[in-house]
């Protein structure tokens, strides 16, 4: 973007943009729910929105994120790997939001991004991955 502006930016522009760019981005494919049982690894049912239509999809995965990710992958055919994730805390005390980003490689080779905001650390990622399979 500065490149792209010829001109230094200011730490509320980068802000803006990374928020544009990579923070919570729940269109075209967002997961309006998740519910997860501690079975064989976990098992995640979650629900799906994408181009107007919902749908509920049951996959399982070594942890939650993953078994989001399945679900993902079954519902869509998407064919990506969950390569990076990274959680911090944004804030201190037990109120504390939680921050979360991912890096996901697609079968082409390309790689997107994204990055997630909520008080649930499991609802960040999940925030984070969607976000990143938006960029693609």
């Known amino acids: 973007m500065s490149d792209h502006s010829h001109k230094e930016l200011s730490a509320a522009e980068v802000c803006r943009i990374f928020e544009q760019e990579y923070l919570n981005k ?13 079975k064989q690894g976990i098992t995640a ?34 064919d990506f790997h969950l390569e990076k994730y990274s959680e911090h805390s944004l804030d201190g005390g037990s109120t504390s939001r939680a921050a979360s980003y991912v890096g996901l490689t697609w079968g082409d080779g390309t790689t997107t991004w994204g990055a997630g905001t909520d008080t649930d650390i499991i609802v960040a990622g999940i925030k984070a991955l969607v976000s990143a399979i938006n960029n693609k």
């Open 45 to 78: 049912s979650v629900t799906l929105e994408m181009n107007g239509s919902t749908r509920e999809i049951v996959a399982i995965g070594n942890g939650r994120l993953d078994a989001v990710a399945n679900a993902i992958q079954t519902a869509t055919g998407m």
């Open 26 to 38: 729940c269109k075209p494919l967002n997961v309006a729910e998740a519910h997860f049982i501690q």
